[in-house]
C-alpha cells in the first residue's frame, strides 16, 4: 500500500515562507521515509503576485487569497507564515476550524489572540503548531513542552530578538552606527516587516508572553510587562558596561516565585557580567538559560532569525504535524496544553528586584553629584559606583551611576525625580544588571 498524500499550503512566501517551500522541497525524501507519508507542497499564498521570488515555485500554485488554502478541503496543513494579526488571525482561526493543523511562526499573532487560538483548536479538533515563533532555529518550545516537562520553572532569560543582538553587536565589535546596522539587518531578512518591533521590545515581549504560557500556563499581555527595546542606547553606555566588567543583551527575563505565586514577565537591555555564556552570545544568533526545579539551568543557543534557521523550526512542526495526521494523537506525546496550567499573580514593582545602571548627562557645575546622590537616598535607592566624565555637548557631563540592590518602585520614582531637575539635561538612561551566573 501507497503512503498517504498530505497536502501543505503555505500563506505568505517571503523570507520564512520561501525558505520551508526550498528546504522541504530539498528534503521531501529523507522526511517522506521516516514519515511513512507523501508531502506534497500544494499551494502558496502572497500579497503581490508579480512580486519577483528568489526560490522558484510554478505560478499556477500561487494566489493571492489565502483564505482560499485555509478553506481548501484537500489541504491539511496550513502554514501561515504571513506576519501581521488580522488576515494571519483569520486564516489560523479558518484552519482551525476546519479541523486542521495550522502551523505559524507569528509570535505577535499568538501574543494578542493565543487564547482564541487555542481554544479553537480544542473546539474544532484542529492543533496549533508554533516552534518558529521563538527563537529561531532553536527548539525551544518542544524543550520546554517535552523534554523539561518534569520542572517548574523559577526563571527563563534570555537573547529573544535575532535583530537586536545582530545590532548590539555590531555596535560593540565595529563601532558601526545604529542606522547601517539596521538596514543590514533588514537586508539579510533578520528584521519584522515593521522594524520598530524588534527595537522597541515588542517582538521580544510577543516571545516572552509564549514562553511565559507554556512554562506556567498564564497569558501575560504586553501592556503587563516592563517593555524596553534598544533604540535610546549608545556606544557610550556599551564602553560604560564593559568598563564595569559588563556586556549589554536584550533580555526577556520571566521569573517565577512559588512561595509568594508571583510571576514576572520584562524586556529590557540588561547588563550581564562579562563572564555570562548569554553576554558572550553574538550576532543573530539567540540563547536562553531555563532553569528548572528539577535539572537545574540548562542552556540553548542558535540561530535566531532568518530563513533558513526559521525554516528548520517551520519543517520540524510540519513533520510533527504529519506524524499526527498519521498516526493520530497518541504520537503526539504531550498534547499542546501549557507544562504549567496554573494560577498566579503578577509580580507588584517592589517585588521585582536587582541592581541598576543609570547614565544622566548633567550640567558641569559644582554640587549636581550631591543632589542626585540624595535624590537616590530619598527613594532608599543606595549608590555602589559612580563615573563621571565628558558629555557630548559643551558645559555638561555624563554621570554614570551604578546601584546597590532596589526594586522596580524605588528606582521608578527616583527617575522621576531626576528627570525633573534642571540641572539634568537629558532623558535619564536606565539599565537593569542582570546578577545571573548562569
Ligand atoms: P516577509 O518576508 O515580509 O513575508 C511575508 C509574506 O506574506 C510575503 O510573501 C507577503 O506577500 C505575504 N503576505 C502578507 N500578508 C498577506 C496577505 N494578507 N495575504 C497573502 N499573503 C500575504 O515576512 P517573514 O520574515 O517571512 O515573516 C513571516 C512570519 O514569520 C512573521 O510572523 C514573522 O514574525 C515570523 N518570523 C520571521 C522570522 C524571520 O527571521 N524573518 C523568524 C521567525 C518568525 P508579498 O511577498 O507579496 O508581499
Ligand atoms: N525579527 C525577529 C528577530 C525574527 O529578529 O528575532 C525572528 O523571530
Not at 36 to 64: C, K, S
Not at 98 to 111: D, E, T
Amino acid at each position: 500500500m501507497s503512503n498517504p498524500v498530505l497536502n501543505i499550503g503555505i500563506c505568505g512566501f517571503g523570507t520564512v515562507g520561501q525558505g520551508v517551500w526550498k528546504h522541504l522541497s530539498a528534503n521531501r525524501a529523507r522526511l517522506e521515509s521516516r514519515l511513512g507519508v507523501r508531502l506534497n507542497l500544494a499551494r502558496a499564498a502572497v500579497r503581490d503576485l508579480r512580486r519577483p521570488r528568489d526560490v522558484r515555485i510554478p505560478g499556477r500554485l500561487l494566489t493571492d487569497d489565502a483564505l482560499s488554502i485555509a478553506r481548501d478541503p484537500s489541504i491539511q496543513i496550513v502554514c501561515e507564515l504571513m506576519g501581521g494579526t488580522k488576515a494571519a488571525r483569520q486564516v489560523t482561526l479558518t484552519a482551525l476550524r476546519a479541523g486542521k493543523v495550522v502551523v505559524s511562526a507569528n509570535k505577535a499573532l499568538i501574543c494578542e489572540h493565543g487564547a482564541e487560538i487555542m481554544a479553537a483548536a480544542r473546539r474544532h479538533g484542529g492543533h496549533f503548531f508554533f516552534e518558529a515563533s521563538v527563537a529561531g532555529g532553536i527548539p525551544i518550545i518542544k524543550a520546554l513542552r517535552e523534554g523539561l516537562v518534569a520542572n517548574r520553572f523559577p526563571r527563563i532569560y534570555g537573547i529573544l530578538n535575532g535583530t537586536c543582538n545582530y545590532i548590539l553587536t555590531r555596535m560593540k565589535e565595529q563601532n558601526a552606527p545604529y542606522a547601517e546596522v539596521l538596514a543590514d539587518a533588514k537586508r539579510l531578512g533578520y528584521a519584522e516587516a515593521d522594524e520598530s518591533l524588534d527595537v522597541d521590545g515588542w517582538d521580544t515581549a510577543h516571545k516572552a508572553a509564549v514562553l511565559a504560557w507554556l512554562a506556567h500556563g498564564v497569558w501575560v499581555r504586553t501592556d503587563q510587562m516592563i517593555v524596553e527595546g534598544i533604540s535610546r542606547l549608545t556606544p557610550a553606555d556599551i564602553r560604560n558596561a564593559a568598563t564595569l566588567g559588563f556586556g549589554i543583551k536584550l533580555l526577556a527575563v520571566i521569573t517565577r516565585d512559588f512561595r509568594r505565586d508571583e510571576l514576572s514577565v520584562r524586556v529590557h537591555p540588561t547588563l550581564l557580567p562579562a563572564g555570562n555564556v548569554i553576554a558572550n552570545v553574538n550576532g543573530v544568533f539567540n540563547a536562553i538559560s531555563v532553569s528548572g526545579d528539577v535539572v537545574g539551568t540548562t542552556l540553548y543557543s542558535g540561530r535566531g532569525a532568518g530563513r533558513d534557521a526559521t525554516a528548520s523550526a517551520v519543517i520540524s512542526d510540519i513533520a510533527d504535524a504529519a506524524s499526527l495526521l498519521r498516526h493520530g494523537k497518541g504520537a503526539h506525546l504531550l498534547g499542546e496544553e501549557p507544562v504549567g496550567p496554573s494560577r498566579c499573580r503578577l509580580a507588584p514593582p517592589e517585588s521585582i528586584r536587582g541592581r541598576y545602571y543609570v547614565r544622566l548627562t548633567v550640567k558641569d557645575q559644582p554640587g549636581v553629584l550631591a543632589r542626585v546622590a540624595s535624590e537616590m537616598a530619598r527613594h532608599r535607592v543606595s549608590i555602589a559606583t559612580v563615573i563621571q566624565g565628558p558629555a557630548d555637548r559643551p558645559r555638561a557631563a555624563s554621570l554614570v551611576l551604578t546601584t546597590h540592590e532596589s526594586d522596580e518602585r524605588a528606582i521608578g520614582h527616583t527617575l522621576r525625580r531626576l528627570r525633573s531637575l534642571a540641572t539634568v539635561l537629558e532623558e535619564p538612561v536606565l539599565l537593569r544588571i542582570g546578577d545571573f551566573a548562569s
